[in-house]
């Protein structure tokens, strides 16, 4: 079992930055890929990046390349850096984790989510 709790949503201008952490318990924690999914209101929940346990492995949606960052501390955290932020990047941020071998944007792949952080990008 793996528990994930968000942090670090908040408000930001566009063009801004911010740096989402999830804080992942439970001992196989090291052997899953994570990954970080995105809802917008009224819209269905979208990849946004993922990588490996290995940390050999980065993926990453096609709107966010060059902007979000995702990486990982050994043993319990990972990140989303979001730097240029952009007011189409306004959602709920959600954490994952799953037992696959390389990080995959495939929703079904991840067995645990976190609850989510807001984050809210102003024009």
């Known amino acids: 079992q793996v528990q994930l709790v968000e942090s670090g949503g908040g408000l930001v201008q566009a063009g801004g930055s911010l740096r989402l952490s999830c804080a992942a318990s439970g001992r196989t924690f090291r052997r899953y890929t994570m990954g970080w999914f995105r809802q917008a209101p009224g819209k269905e929940r979208e990849f946004v990046a993922a990588?490996?346990?290995?940390?050999?492995?980065t993926a990453y949606a096609n709107s966010v390349k060059g902007r979000f960052t995702i990486s990982r501390e050994d043993k319990s955290t990972v990140y989303l850096q979001l730097n240029s932020l952009k007011p189409e990047d306004t959602a709920v941020y959600y954490c994952?984790?799953?037992?696959?071998?390389?990080?995959?944007?495939?929703?079904?792949?991840?067995?645990?989510w976190g609850q989510g952080t807001q984050v809210t990008v102003s024009s």
């Open positions: 990588i490996s346990w290995s940390n050999s492995n």
């Open positions: 994952a984790a799953g037992s696959v071998v390389g990080p995959t944007d495939r929703y079904e792949a991840y067995d645990f």
